[in-house]
């Protein structure tokens, strides 16, 4: 038996949670000579739509992609503004710039980190013609309240709830009665098919639109035409791109979104525990519910005490050294050299929020003891810097 000490155990950031099932509906789907999009796909959005209740759902390559789509059905396009959050990952600004338009960066509310009705507001110009809300790391953001502020003007509202599969709003599934509604299902998130996306939609003539999108704008997917037996020439009917899903993805996605309930309550049940360690911090904010809905929690973000903000990389050195991975907050698109030079307003909120919070390790499998050692960690962190 060796005596040399143990190192303690690494405890990553996340790590997506997929077994056996995941590894043979992989296989099946390889076996069955279909690997690209196909019938396994039309099933994984069959399941999503049913899931969350929502009218239509269309599958694609990335949350990237479904939001590029959205915006193009929406119809936005060059010398039109689309107000997004620039807290939130870059893909929601550059969306806008995708199609031609100009993101306007908006602020968000310290409590939930989404942006709000009056945040909106204070962005829209004569010149908005969209507005993409983000739901913050899987916190629903008050659409509806939101919308009531934009559609009056004939803004349209889409919503990247790249993060929220199975976060609620008003005691149903975010994104069961949007407009459009894009997710993600890159690793990172609360479901996974490796990469993948889903555009959901309550409106069937969108929807066909998407479908047609996102296949080069052809008349007959690959698997009508397969179907058909006989003779079948597509058309390619509008300039469109190639931003589908593969069968292979899809039968991932299929048994993951099986999971999806019991990820969430494990999730609920974890962040519950960081919770009652962590609330009686003098000063910390913790993401908690909204009155009109309920997180997934896809990420656990803390922001620290104004008074120990500017040593938010101290500590995540601190408990990097301790075998603990942390993430700096969300990130701020308007801090990247990306955007530098893009005019905005002033965003004190957005910037408090990305410089003086971490993201701290959650996920299914994240032992009890193990997350234990985190709050312990985290506390003497900010201890021994207060
Ligand atoms: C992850 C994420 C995206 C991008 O998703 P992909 O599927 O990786 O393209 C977009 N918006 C938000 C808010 C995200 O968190």
Known sequence: MSTAPVAPTQIPIMRPYLGVEEERAAAEAVASGWIAQGPRVAEFEAAFAARLGAAHAVAVSSCTTALHLALVVAGIGPDDEVVVPSLSFIATANAARYVGARPVFAE???????????????????????????????????????????????????????????????????????????????????????????????????????????????????????????????????????????????????????????????????????AAGLSDVAGILLPADPPWGTTNHQSYWVTLPEQVADRRNDVMQVLAE??????????????????????????????????????????HELSEADQDRVIDAFRNALEDLS
Do not use: W
């Open 322 to 363: 301790q075998g603990i991975s942390t993430r700096r907050g969300i990130m701020a698109s308007h801090l990247e050299p990306a955007y530098e030079g893009h005019p905005h307003a002033a965003l004190p909120v957005t910037e408090r929020l990305t410089n003086g919070s971490l993201i701290l390790p959650l996920y």
């Open 108 to 274: 968000v509310d310290l409590a939930t980190a989404c942006l709000t009705p009056a945040t909106v507001e204070a962005a829209l110009t004569p010149a908005t013609r969209a507005v993409i809300v983000v739901d913050q790391a899987g916190m629903p953001a008050d659409v509806d309240a939101i919308r009531a502020v934009c559609e009056p003007r004939g803004v349209v509202v889409v919503e990247d709830a790249a993060c929220a599969a199975g976060s609620t709003y008003h005691g149903r599934p975010v994104g069961a009665d949007a407009l459009l509604a894009a997710f993600s299902f890159h690793p990172r998130k609360i479901l996974t098919t490796g990469e993948g996306g889903m555009v959901v939609t309550s409106d069937a003539s969108l929807a066909e639109r998407l479908v047609l999108l996102r296949q080069h704008g052809m008349s007959v997917s690959a698997a009508d035409r397969h179907a058909a037996g006989g003779a079948v020439i597509e058309q390619y009917l509008e300039v469109g791109f190639n931003y589908r899903m593969t069968d292979i993805q899809a039968a991932v996605g299929l048994v993951q979104l099986g999971r999806l309930d019991e990820v969430i309550a494990r999730r609920r049940h974890l962040a519950g525990r960081y």
